[in-house]
């Protein structure tokens, strides 16, 4: 389990080190506001475009002045589209948290239907439950830092997805004693 999350962890760095130095940032982050702007109300999004240069400046200025330089422009783009997608990704937060109270509600039902109580659980299901649940701001980090065009839906779908099971499986196969 441990090597699951040194992997996201270096997938998270590899991507946005490659955001970086890869220069287009400033089309993806063009792009990530058509995308946007299908989803999100336009006083909401009025309020994002004024939002996102003032959080980039304060996260630029905190950086120490030697790495501001190195960085320059195609820093400042970069940390303006991840800024843009954190924010976007807030705003939706209300959609992670329906699937799952949807997966809460089905595995205490499924949980209370069965025939008895199980005495041995599952560590296996348990134990993959937590994972899928603590992978959920993992998927949502590794899509802030991603250096392509994602449309916003498939992140949403993809955690939805996890937070449903997830959240299931970790009521069903829960320990019944210790």
Known sequence: MRLLWIGAFVLAVASL???????????????????VSSIIPEAKLDELQQ????????????????FRDKLGHKGWSAVELITLRALVLTHLAPTV?????????????????????IKIHSPMRFSLALTGL?????????????????????????????????????IVHAPTQF
Do not use: D
């Not at 080190?17 to 995308?35: D, K, N, T, V």
């Not at 948290?97 to 109580?117: D, F, H, T, V, Y």
């Not at 603590?134 to 996890?162: D, E, K, Q």
């Open 97 to 117: 948290l329906l699937p799952l109270l949807i997966g809460l509600l089905e595995g205490w039902w499924a949980r209370a239907n069965q025939k008895s109580l």
């Open 134 to 170: 603590g992978l959920i701001p993992v998927l949502a980090l590794l899509w802030v830092t991603a250096p392509m065009a994602i449309p916003t839906i498939v992140p949403v779908l993809v955690v939805s997805v996890f937070a449903i099971f997830s959240t299931r499986n970790f």
């Open 17 to 35: 080190a490659s955001l970086i130095s890869g220069g287009h940032s400033g089309a993806l982050a063009q792009q990530s506001w058509l995308e």
């Open 51 to 66: 939002a996102t240069p003032l959080y980039t400046a304060l996260i630029i200025n905190s950086v120490p002045q030697p």
